[in-house]
Nanobody, 117 residues
Framework: VQLQASGGGWVQAGGSLRLSCAASGRTFSRGWFRQAPGKEREFVASIRWIGGSTYYADSVKGRFTISRDNAKNTMYLQMNSLKPEDTAVYYC??????????????WGQGTQVTVSS
C-alpha cells in the first residue's frame, strides 16, 4: 500500500492544522507518527478502519483527533491548540495500531508541521 500525507504547514501556537493521508489500497488500521530534529520517531495516534476505534499518545489527547473517510480511503489528523513542541515531520503509516513504529508495514513520505511561539 502506498500512502500520501499532506496538509502540513506553518502555524502560530494555539492554531490548528489538518493532515490527510490517502492510500492506494485498503488497510485495516493506520496511524500517525512524528519526528522532531534529533529525536526518535514517536507515536501520535492510530485508528482501526472497521469500527473506528482510536488510540492517542498522552501528549496529544484532547487536542488531536484522528478520523477516517471510508469513501475517500483517507485518514485525517485534526490538530488543535498546537504547541511549539508539536513541531515535527508527521508521517502516516499502515498495518498496525501499535505505538511501536516497526510494527507498521507501510509509510508515507512525511509532511512538515511547524508551530511558532
Amino acid at each position: 500500500v502506498q500512502l500520501q500525507a499532506s496538509g502540513g504547514g506553518w502555524v502560530q501556537a494555539g492554531g490548528s492544522l489538518r493532515l490527510s493521508c490517502a492510500a492506494s489500497g485498503r488497510t485495516f488500521s493506520r496511524g500517525w507518527f512524528r519526528q522532531a530534529p534529533g529525536k526518535e520517531r514517536e507515536f501520535v495516534a492510530s485508528i482501526r478502519w472497521i469500527g473506528g476505534s482510536t488510540y492517542y499518545a498522552d501528549s496529544v489527547k484532547g487536542r488531536f483527533t484522528i478520523s477516517r473517510d471510508n469513501a475517500k480511503n483517507t485518514m485525517y489528523l485534526q490538530m488543535n491548540s498546537l504547541k511549539p513542541e508539536d513541531t515535527a515531520v508527521y508521517y502516516c503509516a499502515a498495518g498496525s495500531l501499535s505505538e511501536i513504529a516497526t510494527m507498521y508495514e507501510s509509510w508515507g513520505q512525511g509532511t512538515q508541521v511547524t508551530v511558532s511561539s
